[in-house]
């Protein structure tokens, strides 16, 4: 059973590894599709940015990308983080004794957040 779950991770380790090759490109992330809402409504979604803010952190500017999304680039490691939590907890066969969970608050915070981000990115 583990060894079932070990080759699934191992896929998504590559296919991971595949997209940061991708992203490595040295013009840009600019053959990507961009926001649908953008380009429909002409305003900033609260993920706009991220694509480009995730390139330039593989390449190691933190700045451009906090620039580009800076909720984004705080909330993304902490999503990242309880992800591989939960990973390792699905390969092992049982749950780590510890989690990322944010309970009902925590995701009422989080989703607080991002809609006063989205607003206040817009209204600016």
């Keep these: 059973m583990h060894k079932d779950r070990a080759i699934w991770v191992s896929l998504a380790v ?3 590894a595949f997209a940061a090759y ?9 053959w990507m599709p961009g926001c649908i809402f953008r380009k429909v409504t002409g305003l900033d979604c609260p993920g706009c940015g991220m694509t480009r803010g995730t ?43 510890f989690s990322l969970n944010p309970g009902r608050w925590g995701a009422t915070v989080i ?9 206040g990115r817009n209204v600016v």
């Design 55 to 97: 390139y330039a952190l593989l390449h190691g500017r933190v700045g451009d990308a906090f620039r580009f999304n800076p909720v984004g680039m705080v909330l993304l490691p902490l999503a990242m983080i309880g992800l591989g939590i939960e990973v390792i907890g699905w390969v092992r066969g049982k749950r780590l004794p």
């Design 111 to 119: 989703m607080v957040v991002m809609i006063v981000w989205w607003v």
């Design 22 to 30: 991708m992203l490595r490109e040295t013009g840009g992330a600019g």
């Design 14 to 16: 590559l296919g991971l």
